[in-house]
């Protein structure tokens, strides 16, 4: 079977321009004794919102990966992919997210139910999971009720899960199982139960994304109790441990942290637990390449940084419509947001401190960030002429992007 490693960190590239840049900052974490495996993501929205196709993902991955003589595993992530987009990823990755999410609270057959609570009757009572402080009480009816909340959407994630190992092999791809995108965290009862029905389904999940408490906004920092979701992480490690075990899951599933591009608050728990635990982790980031390229555009200054400039009033004009896919995982408060004209007066350096992800900058402006972080659209229909400045400007735009994803991300998280 394909076996991911102990550390894997989700790239995302939009434009398909940076795979070497983001690539250069495993090499230097792996200079640093930091050893992390490159997992190139892109999901099917991105795909058609910008018109590009999964080969296009590929295709990247395996030039940064021989230009710069990468000898470690990489991946190709077919990112929240269903039933419906499937086959267009068959031939060009490697990584299947699962996104079983609108089926959560979705309701299995009863018979389905009730067989799944006598075939885990035996974690009925007092259970002791090691790692986790209390004893938990199971009672049949706490599995039938949870059962009836995500039985259903493991049965649809083993589904998915067979209809593409029909096609590549069971052996030939890593599998996630995604139940972030909803509205309730899963407490560790459900995710142990969760566990229980992916083994019946006899998906060999490596990694699952839980919903955590809190609010995982794209590309700005984690809002809520860094505390609660600290004891929500090591339990769902506790757990983890535990299933693998108790239901014959693969030796080293580990856990996933989606939209875990800059949640700096929390990254010192996360590096804390995993190390304590010598347990890996998943981390996917996204948007925070293509915020890169446009804070390096700024930088570079003259019909670089006039582009930047109208990207962002063009996504200003279009809020609504750009914002609307991403309603769940943003919060701009658009009366904070600066007129075009006020951006227009913006010099290079302001342009980039305003975008950049630097919390002891007095100029980071959150709401800007996450409008030029849903804006790619803007950028996309710009066509040939927004891919021609991102090659003119490659080396400053790789400079940020590099550093970015090593020292504000690897080494606090992995390090």
């Known amino acids: 079977m394909l076996t991911i490693e102990k550390y894997s960190f989700g790239v995302g590239d939009r434009f398909t321009c940076q795979g070497k840049a983001q690539l250069q900052a495993m090499i230097e974490a792996a200079k640093l004794g930091i050893n992390v495996v490159p997992v190139w993501n892109k999901s099917y929205r991105e795909h058609k919102t910008i018109g590009t196709q999964p080969c296009s993902t590929r295709s990247e991955a395996d030039s940064a990966v021989a230009a710069l003589y990468w000898h470690n595993s990489y ?50 009572g007092e259970l002791t999971i090691p790692g986790i402080d209390q004893p938990i009480t199971i009672t049949r009816d706490d599995i039938v009720k949870i059962a009836g909340k995500v039985l259903l959407a493991v049965q649809e994630a083993g589904k998915l899960y067979r209809h593409i190992a029909a096609q590549k092999g069971a052996d030939n791809f890593v599998t996630e199982v995604s139940m972030d995108e909803t509205d309730l ?56 441990a535990f299933a693998i075990k108790q239901f014959k899951l693969p030796d080293n599933l580990k856990l996933s942290v989606h939209s875990g591009s800059d949640k700096f608050s929390i990254y010192p728990a996360i590096n804390k637990i995993i190390k304590k635990y010598n347990c890996g982790l998943h981390l996917k980031t996204a948007g925070t390449t293509w915020l890169e390229e446009v804070a390096g555009l700024a930088l570079a ?13 063009q996504a200003l004009a279009r809020f609504d419509e750009l914002c609307g896919p991403y309603a769940t995982v943003i919060d701009i408060d658009k009366a904070k947001l600066p007129t075009p004209e006020d951006v227009n007066l913006w010099d290079s350096a302001t342009f980039a401190a305003k975008l950049q992800h630097d919390q002891n900058c007095e100029l980071y402006d959150l709401n800007v960030r996450q409008l030029i972080h849903v804006g790619y659209k803007v950028a996309a229909e710009m066509g040939e002429k927004y891919i021609d400045l991102l090659n003119k400007n490659e080396k400053i735009i790789a400079k940020g992007v590099t550093a970015n994803i090593l020292e504000k991300h690897i080494k606090p998280v992995f390090g």
């Open 75 to 124: 991946y190709c992530d077919a990112d929240h992919i269903n039933m419906s987009n499937v086959d267009l990823f068959i031939d060009s990755c490697n990584f299947y997210t699962l996104d079983v999410a609108d089926y959560i609270g979705k309701k299995a057959s009863d018979s389905d139910i009730e067989a799944f609570a006598d075939r885990h009757s035996s974690l009925t």
């Open 185 to 240: 965290p899963q407490s560790p009862v459900e995710m142990l139960f969760i566990l229980a029905a992916i083994s019946d389904e006899k998906i060999p999940a490596q990694t699952i994304a839980p919903k955590f408490t809190g609010r995982f906004n794209k590309g700005v920092d984690y809002v809520g109790d860094v505390e609660t979701f600290a004891k929500e992480f090591q339990q769902d490690v506790a757990v983890i």
């Open 301 to 313: 200054g003259d019909q670089a940084l006039q582009t930047a400039k109208d990207i962002y009033a």
